[in-house]
């Protein structure tokens, strides 16, 4: 069994930053490709950035230039730095990981973490 937990979600202004923490536990073997994904009201999961475990990063458009994705392998840890956050930003934000307990690979999902920016 692995799990995700994201951390660090928080009611922010406008223009303010945040940082979230997601980290994988309980059986970790190996890590894929990792990434963060947000949900707004009555709306489907949209993907935010993706992370290989080379590094090599993707993001959605409308978070480019003031988002950034990162990973620390030792730690299991995926990380999403948002900066310049807008109310539009406001959204519950899951991690995804492609997880192996070194028999089964799993795409993981946390249980989500509620961003909401004030105008």
């Known amino acids: 069994q692995v799990q995700l937990v994201e951390s660090g979600g928080d009611l922010v202004q406008a223009g303010e930053s945040l940082r979230l923490s997601c980290a994988a536990s309980?059986?970790?073997?190996?890590?894929?490709?990792m990434g963060w994904y947000r949900q707004a009201p009555g709306k489907q999961r949209d993907l935010v950035a993706t992370?290989?475990?080379?590094?090599?990063?993707n993001y959605a458009d409308s978070v480019k230039g003031r988002f950034t994705i990162s990973r620390d392998n030792a730690k299991n840890t995926v990380y999403l730095q948002m900066n310049r956050l807008k109310p539009e930003d406001t959204a519950v934000y899951y991690c995804?990981?492609?997880?192996?307990?070194?028999?089964?690979?799993?795409?993981?999902w946390g249980q989500g973490t509620q961003v909401t920016v004030s105008s």
């Open positions: 995804n990981g492609e997880i192996s307990n070194g028999i089964t690979w799993y795409d993981a």
């Open positions: 309980g059986r970790v073997f190996r890590i894929n490709a």
């Open positions: 992370i290989t475990s080379s590094g090599r990063t």
